[in-house]
């Protein structure tokens, strides 16, 4: 099969729509052609190195060191997979009322899941069960981070939230609570009993699955 040049790529993606094309030639067009040659060569061999999901939870600093990236390229594709995570939390708080522990997994390992790091976000839901916001209120290590339930009470009466369920991974790949996660889910749950707010549950998401406070009763 002949090889497209940049330039037939492009004109593929006007004729076809961007689900007609290849994971090298997405990644082609958000990385540029480098000098002298030509953006696929670049991305083919990327490919190579690492897949697109893998690539998608590297830092821009990580990602410069695959191939023949550079700090542009890197810069564009780290802003690329960015936007579609934003673009699928959107579409999926546009309809979604959280109906079971599923829902709330399957919103949340796909943006958190993956991480290095660990990220605590927070759902704030309506008496329907709908979401009114989905925020990020934490940001840690590999191994911990600290959240303020102050804050997150705050924001629940600023949002009108009637309940909240936290959510928040775990880069080790081990879902387990630690002491550290079961304190914090009791604080909590008293701080949003004092305003009449449900904390529905507490999920812990991970490469190696989940754990629902809720469903293991330590809530």
Partial sequence: MTKLSDKQVRQRLVARGAEGLSDAELVSLVIGAPKGGEAIDVAEQILSEAGVGELSHR???ELRRVGELGV????RLAAAFELGRRAAVAEGDMQCVISSCSDIVSLFTPLIGGLAHEEMWV??????????ERRKVSVGGSTSLVADCKLIIKRALEQVAQSIIVVHNHPSGNPQPSEQDKVFTARLRS???????ALLDHV???KGG?????????L
């Fill in 204 to 206: 812990i998401v991970s």
């Fill in 191 to 197: 701080c949003a009993e004092l305003f009449d707010i």
């Fill in 210 to 218: 989940y754990v629902s406070f809720r469903s293991e009763g330590l």
């Fill in 123 to 132: 759902l704030f839901l309506s008496s329907s069960n709908r979401i009114v």
């Fill in 72 to 75: 542009d390229g890197a810069v």
């Fill in 59 to 61: 830092t821009p600093a």
